[in-house]
């Protein structure tokens, strides 16, 4: 099937690229070349097109997604930059530098695409290639690397077809990406900056411009830990959770999924009509709402344990686990 998956590459030239933006309006994943690796892109304001995001990748989890931007200006309406991180964006940007930022008020991304976390992770790619689907999708976009989980991160086209060909609506060919590394990712959300992830950007080309070492030691990815509570980089929600509920007790609301919807109290159903994806673009919206309610007990209905199913149970158990 080699031939078929092939046939996905394009040319990046300036018509494939304007076709590739109107697919990332209507909710289709496109990869495309930046200057570290290849990204698999989704408009970051659409949860059903980030969903498919996690799908096509075979993430058993949901991680945040890295956001990507054309400039510095449109990037402000996303995050709340700090005068440090407003700071390093002028110096590495358009570059690989990653900064998680606050959630601006009012932010279009997609509690999917930052794992409902009030947090962002933002760039401004420098490549052309990128910079050109970003203005003509005129969408930021979500990009996690364009590999299938647990393979590494592709640094040509035609990788990203051996892992993700029949899953992306087109692979944008931009020749192989300049650093063939991830971007570097800062945290800059309150007085110190920190080092969540090295990556193309030195951490030290990052001290000189900022005059202070940065905090190290943070990991990017604490989602091995079991305790919800200890999970600093993923949304707990405040509400008790009770799994595998057939119906809502007395004084608990529900989280429900599919057609039978067993409840008179407080219900967010996460896909009546028991899509997957639908699912998954809907929960972490679904647990900030119960916590927005003053909900203290949460009934959630089974999900059934394929595809997406996989992630969406696994973000369940562990807001569900007891916390300290
Ligand atoms: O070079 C790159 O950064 C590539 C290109 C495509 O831009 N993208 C990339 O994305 O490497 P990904 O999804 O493979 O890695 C993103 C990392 C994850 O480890 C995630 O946990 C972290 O960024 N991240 C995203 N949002 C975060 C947040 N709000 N707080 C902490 N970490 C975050
Ligand atoms: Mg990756």
Redesign the pocket.
Known sequence: MKEDREGIVIAATDQAIADAGQMIRDGRLVAFP?E????LGADATNGEAIARVFEAKGRPRF????V?VPDLSVARRLGHFSPAAESLARSFWPG?L?L?VPLAEGSSVSPLA?AG?D???I?V?AHPVAQALLRAAGRPLA????NRSGHV?PTTARHVAEDLGDKVAVILDGGPAWHGL??T?V?ATDQTLAL??P??VPASDIEALAGTPLERGLK??TARPDAPGQLA?HYAPRAHLRLDATEALPGEALLAFGPACPSTGMVINLSPSGDLVMAAANLFSSLRAFDVAGMERVAVMPIPPRGLGEAINDRLVRAAAPRG
């Open positions: 930046t570290t690796v290849y990204g991680n945040p997604l890295i990507h690989a990653t998680v930052t976390l947090t962002v992770a760039r790619p990009a996690p690397s364009a991160s991830e971007s990712i945290r969540l992830r990556g193309a990017v990815d980089s």
